[in-house]
Structure formats: structure tokens, C-alpha cells
């Protein structure tokens, strides 16, 4: 049962029966005779079988004719974890529409990211999906326009432009169309915490979500200037497409089984305030954050798998949910990733906060700390390798993978497909397959890594004993390989709140 295939009706009902959780976001229960679709856990009487048909997508949904439930509100769902489990074209399409690509440069813009002529996706998504590139980026706008309804007091005409409306009026009929009310009798629902400057968002994770670990993990990796953390929170500033942002966190753990909320039974959310230069960026903001935090992914598939192998079994009971972190720009992961090699994470960061200091771009914030984006790399391609913090070969590695990725020939927006991005990777001088794969975790999202060479993995390893087989632990080797750090990740520094 996936999104990118036909769904199998039969497990369908069976999973709409049982108000399973776990699928939420993965299919959608269409009801002939209401003419509403909802999320496979609706608390609602579970409609007749004859009376339903499922859908891969809330587009699929909408350009059946069906629109939101106001009870369940099922385009506020977690996305699928079989977007980034089968990386195909139609997911990878889908973190590009996510993303806002549509908006920025139309549905030939997404054909060229991911390699087929428009006409071709759009047969390719309908048949896969249910839905062409414009309905999928339609259904985007209109789940955004309606957090930022509920969650700001941005005046509506504002709403509408921030989420990627064309216009007022297409505004106000999507949104009748798909939610049957207007925006203003939206804005009377609404429940969000509001902040003047601020745009707050709830951002849906399924649980258990190991949020404390996530951010030891994060806090461990910053990099001053671009990043900051203390307890409870992380913060870092924001390359986007139309203006420099900043995103701060609230990050704790949100354990499997939560009383129903307004995203659903069971289904947690990350706060996440944003300040953003630009609000045409509120869509790409909140999928990059939503990519760091690894939201999409299914916990209970990944630990019940891992679980039952006698060698991480305790891991797993200690830390339930834990989450790859992913990246806000896939670029600064490669580059930092190649900083990296062969050092400490202290001297990584030390590294990387010197490049920062000379090569990113200073930026205003509001948040104590963050003073600069990442240094883009147009501009690290540019620098004089014998110049930069680190020993001249690694200087050089690090120049020539700028100059790849600045110029096409490495793409890490998850749109071309990940053999053709690894094979690109290796091929450049002082990338091997560690930085490669560490890249495609990260970056990629991929969930089945494995780096058999990296020193700590080994050393842990040794620990578990003879009992260890990564083999095992296929397809979520990433989520095994961040149980294995997690042994050695130390906590949150006791910081000033900001």
C-alpha cells in the first residue's frame, strides 16, 4: 500500500477500519455520500465499504470532487514515508512541489529537475498519484494558506500571496472549494499561537518523535554564526529562494500514543516560529525545516523492524522515534560533510564557522547568534583552496564539489534520482564513498545507509558483539546507524534561553 502504485482497497478498509494512525498521509479515504475525504484515522462512524474509494494524494482527492474534512483536517498530515523509502520520480516530484518549485518555475521547471519532458510527468504523476503537477502544487498552496490562516494574523491578502496564489480571487475559490468555507470563516477556527513578526506553525510528525535527541544531535553539529542551540530549542538562519529567514524549535520528545489533537490521534507537532524577509518563502520554509526534522517518516514501521534484532533491541527501547536529521539546504550538508572528513566534530565546526565568518553572507536577525547564512557555493568555488582553514588537498575537494554543485553538475534537491547523485559525487577528486553516502543520508533522505568504515560505527559495533549484522537491519540501515551515534551523542549544552 503505497503512494506510487495502486493502492489495494481491500487493506485500505481494513487500515480506515481500524483507524490506523500509521497511515495517515499515505492514502485518503474518499466518501461517496458526504463527498468529504478524510485521513485513514477519522475519528467519524467508518463509512460503508461501497461508499469509499482511496486516493494517493489529498490532489487526487480534490480533483475527484471531494473536499476536506473539518474534523479530521487531512492535508495536515504528515507526507508519506514512501516518498524518501522508494525515492521514484513521482516522490522525488513531490518534495519539489512541496518545496514550491511549481510557484518559482512552473511545471518545466519540475520536468528539468527531475528529467522528463512536462507532458511525460504529468502522465507519469496522474497515473501514479492521481494528479497532475498543478493540482498537486494547487493542494500545496491551499493546505499552506490554511496554517497560516489559523496560526497568524497576516492580513488575508497576505495569506494568499505567501502560500503561492496568483491572485485574491483564485485565493478565495480554492479555498471554498476545498475547505467549504471562506478565509475569513477560517480565521474564526483558528487555535495557533500569534505573534506579531512571527510566523508560528505547527509542523505534524508522527509519533513517538525523539525530539530531545534530535537535538542534541543538531547542537552538537552547529555551526556559529549560522546555527544556535540551548535547552529545548535550536535555531539556525535560512537560505530561501526570495529572502533570508530564520527558523527557531521547540524540540522535545512526543511519545507514541498522544490524546488526540487537531492533527489527529497520535499525531504530534513541532512548533516552529519563522521569520521570513519575504512571506512568497512560507511554503519552502516549512518543507526544508520539515526535511531536517525528518518528518515524513513512519517510527513504528522503523522500530518495529529494528526492534526485533537481538543486537539494537535495547537501543531501540531506549530511544523510540529516533529520526535521521536532515538539511535545510542540501548543498551546505555536502559541503560541511566534505569539512568534516578525517577530523573531530569539534574541529569540523571550528572549520566551518571560520569559512562562515569569511565567505557567508552577514544577515539581520532577531535571534541572539545568528549572524550569517551559509557561504553558497558560488561563492566557496571561487575561493583560493590553498587559503581556506584545512590541509590544501582537502581545500581542493572542497572547492571542486562547490564548483559541481554551483554549476548543475551535482544537484541535492532530491530530484534527480540518488544513484545518479552518488555516481556524481564519486566521480569528483577527494570524494569517496563515506562522504558520498554520509551525503545521500542527509541530504537525500535516504533511509537504507550504511558506513561500515566510519571509526565511531565500528567502535560501537565491537561493542554489541558477534550479534551485529547491518544486513539485518535493511531497509532502514540509517535509522540502525543513528542508534549507533546516539550511544555516543552527548546532551544539549545548559544554555541561556534566548
Known amino acids: ?50 461508499n469509499v474509494t482511496f486516493h494517493a494524494t489529498a490532489a487526487s482527492a480534490h480533483a475527484a470532487g ?13 507526507g508519506s514515508p514512501e516518498w524518501d523509502v522508494a525515492a521514484d520520480v513521482a516522490g522525488r516530484a513531490m518534495r519539489l512541489i512541496s518545496d514550491g518549485l511549481v510557484d518559482r ?16 510527468l504529468g502522465r507519469l504523476l496522474v497515473r501514479e498519484l492521481g494528479a497532475t503537477p498543478l493540482s498537486l502544487a494547487r493542494a500545496r498552496r491551499a493546505q499552506s494558506a490554511r496554517v497560516l490562516i489559523e496560526t497568524t494574523d497576516l492580513p488575508l491578502t497576505d495569506v494568499a500571496f505567501a502560500a503561492g ?54 547542537a552538537h553539529h552547529l555551526v556559529a554564526g549560522v546555527e544556535a542551540a540551548g535547552p529545548g530549542w535550536y535555531a539556525r538562519t535560512l537560505d530561501l529562494p526570495h529572502a533570508p529567514g530564520t527558523v527557531r524549535l521547540h524540540l522535545s520528545d512526543l511519545p507514541a500514543g498522544q490524546p488526540a489533537d487537531r492533527y489527529g490521534g497520535g499525531t504530534g507537532a513541532v512548533t516552529a516560529e519563522f521569520r521570513l524577509g519575504d512571506l512568497r518563502d512560507t511554503a519552502a520554509a516549512s518543507e526544508r525545516v520539515r526535511r531536517l526534522l525528518d518528518a515524513d517518516c513512519d517510527p513504528v514501521a522503523v522500530d518495529g523492524h529494528l526492534g526485533a534484532d537481538p543486537a539494537l533491541a535495547h537501543l531501540v527501547r531506549a530511544t523510540p522515534g529516533l529520526r535521521v536529521p536532515g538539511q535545510v539546504d542540501g548543498d ?13 566534530v569539534a574541529g569540523a565546526r571550528t572549520v566551518a564557522g571560520r569559512l562562515v565568518a569569511e565567505h557567508g553572507r552577514r544577515v539581520t536577525t532577531d535571534v541572539p547568534g545568528l549572524t550569517h547564512l551559509f ?22 575537494a572542497l572547492v571542486g564539489l562547490a564548483a559541481a554543485l554551483a554549476d548543475g553538475t551535482v544537484l541535492l534537491d532530491r530530484g534527480p534520482d540518488r544513484d545518479d547523485v552518488r555516481r556524481a559525487l564519486l566521480a569528483l577528486p577527494g570524494i569517496g564513498p563515506w562522504t558520498a553516502d554520509y551525503v545521500a543520508m542527509r541530504a537525500l533522505g535516504h533511509p537504507d545507509v550504511f558506513l561500515p568504515t566510519d571509526l565511531a560505527v565500528r567502535r560501537v559495533l565491537a561493542g554489541l558483539g558477534g550479534d551485529a549484522d547491518p544486513d539485518r537491519w535493511r531497509p532502514w540501515r540509517s535509522y540502525a546507524l543513528m542508534h549507533l551515534w546516539n550511544t555516543l ?6 544554555t541561556e534561553e534566548n
Open 105 to 120: 518555475e512552473g511545471v518545466a521547471g519540475l520536468a528539468r529537475r527531475v528529467g522528463y519532458t512536462p507532458r511525460h
Open 66 to 78: 471531494y473536499r476536506a474534512c473539518k474534523r479530521c483536517l487531512p492535508d495536515a498530515t504528515p
Open 332 to 344: 551546505e550538508t555536502a559541503i560541511r560533510t566534505v569539512i568534516g572528513q578525517q577530523v573531530s
Open 1 to 50: 500500500m503505497t503512494p506510487t502504485g495502486h493502492l489495494d482497497a481491500d487493506a485500505c478498509y481494513r487500515a480506515v477500519q481500524s483507524r490506523d494512525r500509521r497511515f495517515d498521509g499515505v492514502f485518503y479515504t474518499a466518501v461517496r455520500t458526504t463527498g468529504i475525504y478524510c485521513r485513514p484515522s477519522c475519528p467519524a462512524r467508518t463509512p460503508a465499504a461501497g
Open 165 to 218: 496564489f496568483a491572485s485574491v480571487r483564485q485565493f478565495n475559490e480554492t479555498l471554498r472549494e476545498i475547505y467549504a468555507a471562506s478565509p475569513t470563516e477560517l480565521r474564526g477556527h483558528r487555535a495557533g499561537v500569534r505573534s506579531a513578526g512571527v510566523v508560528t506553525m505547527r509542523l505534524p510528525v508522527r509519533t513517538p518523535f525523539a525530539g530531545r535527541r534530535m537535538l542534541d544531535f543538531l
Open 375 to 396: 557561504p553558497d557555493a558560488a561563492s566557496l568555488a571561487a575561493a583560493d583552496p590553498g587559503r581556506l582553514p584545512m590541509p590544501r588537498a582537502r581545500g581542493r
Open 489 to 494: 551523542m552527548p546532551p544539549t549544552p545548559a
